[in-house]
């Protein structure tokens, strides 16, 4: 074990007591170790999801720095310099702290200034510092606005004060800076409202989850211009991944939930260093069927990337008088994915067929990843190049092998599929913006996924549609890498004071970012 002190107890019953520990150690490691691979690689039944793993990982962590800590503490002496090794190995992988973050030094002189030999008086020659993370715990605070009545004593009837500030909820108690916290607490950490209200109880609070839905429904009403602004401005785009999600929606009328969708348009041009700022609209609908999307993306001419479902090629049949003109670009993950779980489900039996797609098919990603980063023009050049042979031996393989495999097959349906989807998969090929997949609009999706595991579920249509303008422009803060709280705040305070309605590209998340260096310089760099 490289944690094995350089020099042992000498004691006998101490070095056993001190090889008992380390055995123990040892054991209790190597459960912890099969723990993780279990959780990280276990069979497809047994395998968590990506956010129940990391908890299982969290768990395991804590647990080993536990063994350390006790180990440290029931010997001292003897660990001394494992102690040292350690922290210095925390202080090498730790990395730098942010610059932006304020610095309080706290300067420790020694007891005494003077010599001890002469008593003169010492001079620095130097120093040690060290830096350690700190918090200041959430602090609330009541706003007191004193408006003074000024008059005139020679004048009768002059009385001059300062107008009423506007508030985004009148006569109510809280600032837009605390609705902004509330909201980013319940949208983008994913924090339901029922424990935001329990938490401000233990500072002696008294504001209940219904008071807080309120405020959150009320400011979602104020944003709502910006996210029809922003949606604009996404459908002006040459192209867009769109992706739907089922959302639980309380029916009140049953007693029960029925299942709404959020569809979720995205623009994100940064793999080809494109001019336009990502962004991400969500939008909430009864259905997933082709007149949901045909409404959202109503006025789109632009190229739609999807995965293969039905309401998408709906959407563009020249037969619909309200079809889309823009073409189809389909996704390879979803493809790859078939090929993976039927390789999975194969385990431990072989899976040739599905082995080799596999195989194939990460030729052309590893292509697209020497590509990723240059612009369009070159993406398009070299997968030309490098891409269109190996996807016209795809072709060919794909059609060769179907001939011999039983047709109701898992693994002849998936070949079905790639053949079936062919022009729509081969057509980024043809244009260096379209990417090979639409992991950034699935992307998008999961913080929308992991708030309805929190919350359960929508209280009803309206609330689900406030959820999806929320959670559109946090979302887009997200992308753009901006405070989502601190331009809530920014952005309400200022509609509240007559903001105008031609100026609103102005209070968009990617043009507000000046506004945020003050909250965090390091957004400036």
Partial sequence: MSDLPDELPSDPAELRAFAAALLDRCARLERLLKLAKDAQFGRSSEKLDADQLQLVLEDIDQAVAALEAAEDRAYPKTCEKTCEKRAAER??????????????????????????????????????????????????????????????????????????????????????????????????????????????????????????????????????????????????????????TPAPVLDPGRGRTKTGYFWALSRDDRPWAGPDPPGVVYAYAPGRGAIHGLRLLEGYRGIIHCDGYEAYKTMTRTTRADALSGPLAFCWSHLRRQFVKIEREASPAPAPVAREALERIAQLYA?????????????????????????????????????????????????????????????????????????????????????????????????????????????????????????????????????????????????????????NPRLAA
């Fill in 367 to 519: 292509v697209e990843k020497a590509l990723r980063g240059r612009s369009a023009d070159e993406r398009r050049a070299g997968r030309q190049a490098h891409a269109r042979p190996l996807a016209a031996a795809l072709k060919q393989w794909f059609e060769a092998t179907l001939d011999h495999l039983a047709q109701k097959s898992d693994t002849a349906k998936a070949l079905r599929y790639a053949l079936r989807h062919w022009d729509g998969l081969t057509l980024y090929l043809d244009d260096g913006r379209i990417e090979m997949d639409t992991n950034a609009v699935e992307r998008a999706m999961r913080p929308i996924k992991l708030n309805a595991k929190n919350s359960l579920f929508a209280g009803c249509d309206e609330g689900a549609e406030s959820w999806a303008v929320l959670a559109s422009l946090i979302e887009t803060c997200k992308l753009n890498s901006v405070s989502a709280e601190h331009w809530l705040s920014d952005a309400l305070a200022k509609l509240v004071n007559g903001w105008p309605a031609a100026r609103l590209d102005e209070l968009l998340p990617w043009a507000s970012t000046s506004t945020m260096h003050a909250h």
């Fill in 91 to 244: 202080r090498a992988n730790r990395g730098q702290l942010p610059e932006h973050l304020p610095r309080i030094v706290e300067t420790l002189m020694p007891a005494a200034t003077c010599c001890p030999s002469c008593k003169g008086d010492l001079v620095e020659i130097g120093n040690d510092e060290s830096q350690r993370l700190d918090v200041v715990p959430v602090q609330y605070r009541v706003i007191v606005t004193r408006r003074p009545k000024l008059a005139c004593r020679a004048c009768h009837g002059v009385v001059l004060q300062h107008a009423a500030p506007e508030r985004l909820i009148k006569g109510g108690l809280p600032t837009e800076r605390l609705v902004a916290h509330v909201i980013d607490a319940k949208y983008h950490w994913h924090l339901p409202l029922y424990r935001q209200a329990q938490m401000l109880a233990t500072h002696g609070i008294a504001i209940d989850r219904s008071t807080l839905a309120f405020w959150v429904g009320y400011a979602a009403q104020e944003l709502k211009p910006l996210w029809h602004r922003l949606r604009e401005l996404l459908i002006a785009s040459p192209k867009l991944c769109v992706d739907e």
